[in-house]
Structure formats: C-alpha cells, structure tokens
C-alpha cells in the first residue's frame, strides 16, 4: 500500500534560517507527491505538488521540493524561513482509483524569532 | 469561486447528541472527500463520493457514522450517537476528474467537541 512518511514530529529554527522538511514515500510507480501546509485552526493549502517532469518543483510563499526517485523522497526546503511560516506541514501521495490524498503524520514546523 | 465551504465551524454537544456536519464542494467537482484528523491518528480519509454516489466508505469507523450526498452541491456527515472519542476536526475537499493534477481543495474543516 502506498504510504507517505515524515520523520520529523516537529522542527525548530530561527527566523532567515533555511529549512528542510524530510518526506519519505513508499509507491510501486511513479508517484504524485503533493506538501500542504496547515495553519493554526485553519484548512489545509497546496503548497505544491509533483507529477512527472523536472524533479525540483517550486511553490507558493518561497518553498520548493526536490523529487529523488534514488531515496524515495520528496523534501520541502525554503532558504529563508519567516515567523509566518510556523505552521504544520503534510506530505501526502495521491493512491487507489479515486486518487484519493494519503497523508504523512505532519511535521510541526516552530519560528524563533 | 468560493472555496469548498463547511458549516458549522466549530461544533460543541454533549455525549449521545446527534451531530451533523455539512460541506459544499466546488461548483463542478465531481469528487468529494471527508477526513479526520485527530492528534492520535493524523489525517485519515472517511469517506469519498463520485457523482453524488459513495464509492469507498472503508475508512468509515463505525455504523454511527454515515455519510450522504443528496445533490452534487452538498453532503453530509452524521453521527449518531456521537462519543467524545468522536472530538476532532473533519475536513471535507473536492476535486475534479480529469484533470492532470488531482488537486483536493479543502474546506476550512469543522471543529467537533463532544463532551
């Protein structure tokens, strides 16, 4: 079955600080590997997503992921992190017929000031 | 367009009461996904529906949950009798077929407490 993995429960850095969030996926193809990020108290919005092409994909608000097929990993990285950016972050892989989101466990993502 | 909309945004009832959630899709999605996320086990897809009809309630968690789309622009999501292992917050995303990307929108979720 298809999972997603993020390693990381939760993330400290200093505001300008760069920022690596780690997800693994496990899928028999070629998969489409999508990050959210979640606010407090708030839905849940793309950041980005990947589905064939160019492995390092950008994204809304500075964030950029980097596909590696040799690692089974999607990473989200920004160079530059904001004190807006503390939020919760999702890494999930599109599964099963109605290609339906299967999430990561999330990684909640602090900004020191 | 608006967004995928649920109501209501929060949601407090006492043990046994009857809870009903309601969502909206987006105008001329034809797919509509309802997840819970809990602390203990994340994000879990309950249910999806496809042209109104439901395709795969698996991740249903038990018969006092029930879920319907009477029209292509509504769905709801019952429990009854709610617990307070039921506590979470439910999101409901839409999507539209054929399309490349398989996006899910989501709604702003709806916060359930119940005591």
């Known amino acids: 079955a298809q999972s997603v993995t993020q390693p990381d429960i939760h993330i400290t850095v200093s505001e300008g600080a760069s920022l690596e969030l780690r997800c693994n996926y496990s899928y028999g193809a070629t998969p489409y590997l999508f990050w959210y990020v979640q606010s407090p108290g708030q839905g849940l919005q793309l950041l980005l997503k990947y589905f064939s092409g160019d492995t390092l994909v950008q994204g809304i608000k500075g964030f950029e992921a980097e596909f590696k097929r040799s690692q089974s990993s999607f990473n989200l990285r920004k160079p530059s992190v904001h004190w807006s950016d503390a939020a919760e972050y999702f890494c999930?892989?599109?599964?099963?017929?109605?290609?339906?989101?299967?999430f990561g466990s999330g990684t909640q993502l602090t900004v020191l000031p | 367009d608006a967004g995928v909309i649920q109501s209501p945004r929060h949601e407090v009832t006492e043990m046994g009461q009857e809870v009903t959630l309601r969502c909206k899709p987006i105008?001329?999605?034809?797919?509509l996904f309802w997840y819970r996320q809990t602390m203990m086990r994340g994000l879990e897809l309950l249910i999806y529906f496809n042209n109104n009809v439901p395709i795969d309630d698996s991740g249903m968690p038990e018969d006092r949950f029930s879920a319907k789309m009477p029209n292509a622009s509504f769905s709801t999501l019952k429990i009854q009798p709610s617990e307070p292992r039921d506590s979470a917050v439910y999101f409901c995303a839409s999507r539209i077929s054929g399309s490349s990307y398989n996006e899910q929108f989501f709604g702003p979720g709806t916060r359930l407490t119940v005591l």
């Open positions: 105008s001329g999605h034809d797919y």
């Open positions: 999930a892989v599109l599964s099963g017929s109605a290609r339906q989101l299967t």
